[in-house]
């Protein structure tokens, strides 16, 4: 499995995974096709096809579990799950 596929991946675990770091998920994303806009208000704009989705980041590089979750039903909803790549 390829170290962008192992990062999406995590997203997907169960239970949720607490240690997702922001930066190295950023560069999966984007290898996917994902247009990934940082902001200055600790968010992350995701752009796919026709979809967007604001991620909310934390100071600390790592995601919230609640972060997870929604980033985990935006990317189901675009069709990039684990089984998909």
Excluded: C
Aim: charge should be positive; avoid cysteine; hydrophobic fraction near 40%.
């Amino acid at each position: 499995m390829s170290k962008h596929k192992d990062k999406i991946a995590k997203i997907f675990e169960h239970p949720i995974s607490g240690n997702i770091d922001v930066s190295r998920l950023v560069h999966a994303l984007e290898y996917y096709g994902i247009e990934v806009d940082m902001n200055k208000k600790h968010r992350a704009l995701l752009h796919f096809k026709d979809r967007e989705y604001s991620l909310a980041l934390s100071h600390r590089n790592e995601l919230s579990k609640d972060a997870i979750v929604g980033l985990r039903h935006f990317l189901q909803e675009v069709g990039l799950t684990p089984e998909n790549l």
